[in-house]
């Protein structure tokens, strides 16, 4: 490293010689001519090689002080920013995301490397936070999946049983169906949500009518609706026609729809409405179940987040993240509205045709 290094300071020396060199040449010979040509002086060869030996060692003398100079000005404006940078990547290549490169003193130096450590440090932010994201994600996923793998493990011991009744049979054997197709959706909305998030999935717009997407998603929920004996109350205008992703869409109204039949208590009412502005149609899917807190209903667009845990059997906390990415995509518009004991209303507004 030491020989590295004496190279190339020697290689620096070199350069500079060879300019000082070049420039005092230049001038000397002019001088010399301009003296000659006016004062009619004529040089010996004893003055010529006395002159070029006192010039040769003024140049190695400059040549050494420039380069010292140019040395320090390197180490103190090039090198050390540079090693900051690399030690930071390192440390972020070992897995320390926390690490941020402090601003180089602007004095003596443009702010170029200031634009590198403010790009590099936008960047260890970036990955600070997607590591944060990964790591819930992956808790938050082996947390979920351990609920079913219980119940079905638990069901599968009871199976076992030589002397289980039938109807006991029936019944293990469905909380084990329950259990499985519950990791299925999960895993299927973690794929979606993946997808959606990392834009591998690419809406592929049409025209259609929304008020008869509504109804077709909602028909889906009559045997829901039918067994719980909730009302239903619709107010959707006619002939309101939008222009995006109809399956796409499909999965925030189903997602809606589900979430306002899983609050919503017998007896209770779930209304759907669409109106329509210049440039908006505005769905509205209100219902009269639990409600909720404002603090839970800043996380509710959060993967995993469940407010409500009584209904966590009948959900994974992915649904809503699901209809929120799925709406950015759509660049529309989302809001919610809720209050404890009297029910929620979630707003959805997407462009027009």
């Not at 190279?7 to 010979?29: E, G, R, S």
């Not at 301009?34 to 010996?44: F, K, S």
């Not at 039938?166 to 054997?173: D, L, M, P, Q, V």
């Amino acid at each position: 490293m030491k020989i590295k290094s004496i190279l190339k300071w020697l290689n620096h020396y070199f350069v500079f010689f060879i300019m000082v060199a070049f420039v005092i040449t230049c001038c000397t010979m002019l001088f010399v001519s301009t003296l000659r040509d006016t004062l009619g002086i004529t040089l010996t060869d004893a003055n010529i090689s006395a002159a070029a030996k006192i010039t040769f060692w003024n140049v190695a003398l400059l040549s050494l002080i420039f380069t010292i100079l140019d040395t320090i000005r390197r180490k103190l404006t090039v090198e050390r920013p540079v090693k900051r940078i690399t030690d930071a990547a390192e440390k972020i290549i070992q897995g320390d995301f926390s690490v941020r490169v402090k601003p180089q003193s602007k004095f003596g130096t443009d702010d170029t490397f200031n634009q590198v450590i403010d790009c590099f440090n936008k960047m260890a932010e970036e990955l600070s936070s997607v590591e944060t994201l990964r790591t819930d994600f992956i808790a938050n996923v082996s947390h979920e999946m351990k609920t079913p793998l219980a119940v079905m493990q638990n069901y599968g011991t009871l199976l076992q049983a030589d002397d289980l009744p039938k109807e006991k049979r029936i019944e293990y054997a469905k909380g084990v169906t329950d259990g499985s197709r519950r990791m299925a959706e999960m895993m299927t909305n973690i794929l979606k949500l993946n997808r959606l998030e990392n834009q591998q999935i690419y809406p592929k717009t049409s025209e259609f009518d929304l008020g008869e997407q509504l109804c077709e998603c909602l028909l889906q929920f009559e045997n829901v609706w039918e067994k719980a004996e909730i009302e239903i109350d619709t107010d959707i205008a006619e002939d309101i026609k939008v222009k995006a992703d109809e399956e796409l869409l499909s999965l925030v109204w189903n997602n809606l729809f589900s979430n306002a039949f899983k609050f919503t208590e017998a007896g209770g009412t779930v209304s759907v409405s669409l109106s329509a502005t210049e440039h908006h149609a505005i769905v509205k899917i209100k219902d009269t179940g639990c409600g909720m807190t404002a603090e839970v209903g800043a996380h509710i667009f959060e993967k995993f987040y469940q407010g409500d845990t009584s209904h966590s059997a009948q959900g994974n906390g992915l649904g809503l993240a699901l209809v929120k990415r799925v709406v950015d995509i759509m660049q529309g518009e989302m809001g919610v509205e809720s209050a404890v004991g009297i029910g929620t209303t979630f707003t959805v507004k997407i462009r027009r045709a």
